[in-house]
């Protein structure tokens, strides 16, 4: 069974930082692209990024562009997603996402077109 594992979300005021994680059982995420997506109260789930299997590949929205870094330690078989400069919009149930390619695809912001999707982890930028 393919599951996806979120950690890392909390409490963090205005302008600090976070990191999650995303690991993976049932399968080898390692080969596989992963995404993150996003989804705020009251709002449509929204495609944060994306990095392609080997890492070379890194695909952010530009609501995030520059704040947030997504990297990936395949010899952990884990992807972060580091969150630097938080504002209270960001404010989210963040999502680890895959559809088990390689690569990120052009629409990988399209947040429907994920297959496989994990439980999600809260972070609350709030003072």
């Known amino acids: 069974q393919v599951q996806l594992v979120e950690s890392g979300g909390g409490l963090v005021q205005p302008g600090g930082s976070l990191r999650l994680s995303c690991t993976a059982s049932?399968?080898?995420?390692?080969?596989?692209?992963i995404g993150w997506v996003r989804q705020a109260p009251g709002k449509e789930r929204e495609g944060v990024s994306c990095i392609s299997s080997s890492g070379k590949s890194t695909y952010y929205a530009d609501s995030v562009k520059g704040r947030f870094t997504i990297s990936r330690d395949n010899a952990k078989s884990t992807v972060y997603l580091h969150l630097n400069s938080l504002k209270p919009e960001d404010t989210a149930v963040y999502y680890c996402v895959t559809e088990k390619t390689s690569e990120c695809a052009k629409t990988w912001d399209l947040y429907y077109r994920w297959d496989y999707w994990g439980e999600g982890t809260l972070v609350t930028v709030s003072s």
């Open positions: 049932g399968f080898t995420l390692d080969y596989y692209a």
